[in-house]
């Protein structure tokens, strides 16, 4: 593992910043960057978003070869998220917190670090870990999103800050995770929060100096005020209620792609807030445009078209998964299609151009709807779907047949490669449902949020699925849930990263393994491949965290709190892959006394409602965010002072005076006290 100091002798500095300093990521560049072979510019690879390198040094003949060429330590036991890019021989990547780094590609060495200086309390607004997805490069500059808001652009030389602006009220619960995306000179940048109540947008700012260029709401604001784009006037239509109160949702937090030919920006939009329609919007409707692809002017933010796949989303089926620009035959006709398998089960074919419907077809199991209607574009749902007469377990659950972990797509083998997984979840409407500000409002019975036990790991599986025969090829089965994006070569291969900490090659067109390392921590990020002195490279970050850690319970990765690396491999580099090792779990000892089942009735409920989101269900985190079932006697003894007077916010434990009383911090700490004594009940069974 290497770690520089980042000095560089001054007597070469003017040359090596002109030389490194981006400016040759131009508009033409970002065009082309399909054919850029040995660079990875944007997000995606290319603005088509295929994940797809022509590179084929390391291909299916040779990636036994492959080792070690460096690995680069990032600072954090949190989640890792980030495609990192490369340009002019330096590599970008971000880490949680938004920290930015640039290092040397070929040998790790870091150039420049920035930290945003985020403060950690804002980590309460965070969803699903206060992680980052990467960068933008464009004309000297790197562009990052910061989870609170900020948009920052900085000197891809130096990692100086060249401008800020704040994206987002900082009054409401906004955060930004996704990677910003330049088009044709302006900056894209989305933002979450849908879950605890506001109303998405995503905005254009000029990346020269920072101005706003415009900005399309995603759903529509109090109608009682003027609308800002006929598009929120139409779309007001098909809202009930008083919806706006709650904010409405919406948030296009991950996805973009940009066809220039067409001169079309496609943003794909989250779900609603809360997220039972019978709640934000009463008499129904389908709620535009939550869940929906959208097609935009980049240069006005004017819609074009929608398609919106989940019409009143109740089950949170974002369509904010990665949407693949290609061109296939259909029926004997080249077509120009976009191609997205968001979260609710369905891989959808679209005409890129008009956004009419030419396929969809369930890639997982789906028991929310029996099938796609082709005549008018709309799901058939079953009875149950909308949960309306109690409890039902239904596929996919809110992590979705497909969440962020991106897919690739191989124009050789005609294959899209997708981070599939097959987990249900029992949804039940919350009957005492009321909103409450800084904290998540779905509509879902906290209960269930909570449970008493920790869900199974769920099937999950590498999905080689065929848009033209609409259907599977092969799949990779796992014992995992949610493992990591796909990097499709045309050296034959597709490379994934594991929940449990293995990074692997496979033949494209078979789905046969060729090659293994395990890295000791989950990989959920995206690898990414690019070239140097004619040797090619293979880089990945590893940093087990994010919404997954906290869903999948403690033995996922069998490491905790492991520090998250990038690692960067190459043929014949002889050097070995020494996994990381995680932290000794504390002691789990008996706490003296039985907690009160009633009082733990209770706790089950203010857990789900408060804690879940951060530490798990029933209380059994993954390792990155503290497993209160491991806190220590002095710990569990102060939880009225962590919980409500922030005794920890530096370590980014948020207070939550004002929204918890002392008898409810009681209540929940008798809930893992509960958690803790069947802990140490099932270790005692197994000695």
């Not at 035959?329 to 968001?342: D, F, H, S, W, Y």
């Not at 879940?612 to 220590?632: E, K, Q, T, W």
């Amino acid at each position: 593992m290497r770690r520089a100091s980042g000095l560089i002798h001054a007597l070469f500095l003017p040359a090596l910043l002109a030389a490194q300093d981006g400016r040759q990521v131009t508009d033409k560049a970002l065009r082309d960057a399909g054919q850029t072979a040995g660079e990875w510019l944007t997000h995606g690879r290319d603005y088509a978003e295929t994940r797809f390198s022509p590179l084929n040094s390391i291909n299916a003949g040779n990636v036994k070869r492959l080792g070690l060429a460096w690995s680069f330590d990032m600072e954090t036991t949190r989640g890792l998220e980030a495609t990192p890019l490369v340009a002019e021989g330096v590599i970008y990547a971000t880490g949680s917190w938004s920290v930015v780094y640039a290092l040397d590609a070929r040998t790790g060495e870091q150039r420049w670090r920035w930290d945003p200086e985020v403060d950690r309390a804002y980590g309460r607004r965070a969803c699903c870990d206060v992680v980052n997805r990467g960068v933008a490069l464009f004309d000297g500059k790197v562009f990052a999103g910061i989870i609170d808001g900020r948009l920052a652009a900085l000197d891809a030389a130096t990692g100086q800050p060249l401008w800020q602006v704040q994206t987002t009220d900082r009054s409401q619960p906004y955060t930004i995770t996704g990677a910003p995306r330049v088009v044709k000179g302006k900056v894209i940048i989305g933002n979450g929060g849908a879950e605890y109540g506001v109303r998405g947008y995503v905005s254009a700012y000029e990346a020269a100096t920072g101005k706003l260029a415009w900005r399309f709401y995603t759903v529509p604001g109090d109608p009682s005020k003027p609308f800002e784009s006929p598009a929120m006037e139409r779309a007001a239509k098909t809202w009930t209620g008083e919806w706006w109160k709650g904010g409405g949702g919406g948030t296009p937090w991950d996805s973009f792609a940009y066809d220039p030919a067409a001169d079309l920006l496609y943003v794909g939009t989250g779900n609603g807030a809360p997220w039972d329609r019978n709640l934000r919007s009463p008499q129904g409707g389908d709620n535009l445009y939550l869940s929906s692809i959208l097609a935009l002017r980049p240069d006005s933010g004017e819609l074009v078209w929608h398609y919106q796949t989940t019409p009143g989303d109740s089950w949170d089926y974002t369509a904010v998964q990665q949407m693949i620009l290609a061109d296939i035959e259909i029926g004997g006709k080249r077509r120009q299609v976009l191609m997205q398998a968001p979260k609710n089960g369905f891989f959808y074919v679209l005409d890129r151009r008009t956004g009419e419907l030419l396929s969809a077809d369930p890639f997982v199991k789906v028991t929310w709807a029996t099938k796609v209607d082709m005549a008018t574009g709309r799901p058939v749902e079953t009875r149950e779907a909308r949960y309306e007469q109690g409890m039902q377990l239904l596929w996919p659950g809110p992590s979705g047949g497909h969440n962020w972990h991106s897919m690739s797509y191989h124009p050789r083998t005609g294959l899209v490669y997708i981070p599939a997984q097959e987990e249900p979840f029992p949804y039940l409407r919350d009957p005492n449902f009321t909103r409450r500000k800084e904290a998540w409002n779905l509509g879902i019975a906290n209960a269930v949020l909570a449970i008493d036990e920790p869900p199974p790991g769920s099937p999950a599986f590498l999905l080689a699925w065929d848009p033209v025969a609409r259907k599977e090829r092969w799949r990779v089965p796992y014992k995992t849930i949610a493992n990591g994006g796909t990097l499709a070569t045309a050296g034959g291969l597709v490379f994934q990263g594991t929940a449990d900490g293995r990074f692997i090659a496979y033949d494209a067109a078979k789905g046969e393994k060729l090659w293994e390392v395990s890295l000791g921590t989950g990989v959920m990020a995206a690898p990414i491949t690019y070239q140097l002195g004619g040797r090619q490279y293979v880089s990945v970050l590893a940093g087990w965290g994010g919404a997954q850690s906290l869903v999948v319970g403690n033995n996922a990765t069998g490491a905790y709190k492991a520090p998250g690396r990038l690692w960067t491999f190459t043929l014949d580099s002889g050097k070995p892959v020494v996994p990381v090792k995680g932290q000794q779990r504390p002691a789990l000892t008996a706490i003296d006394g039985t907690p009160d089942p009633a009082q733990v009735k209770k706790g089950l409920e203010f857990y789900g409602a408060n804690c879940a989101v951060c530490h798990g269900l029933a209380a059994s985190s993954g390792g990155s965010i503290a497993d209160l079932r491991y806190s220590a006697p002095s710990v569990l003894q102060d939880y009225r002072g962590i919980v409500l007077e922030g005794d920890y916010v530096k370590l980014g434990m948020p207070s939550f005076k004002g929204m918890l009383t002392a008898e409810e911090v009681d209540a929940i700490r008798a809930f893992v006290l509960s958690q803790r004594a069947k802990l140490l009940k099932a270790s005692a069974s197994r000695r």
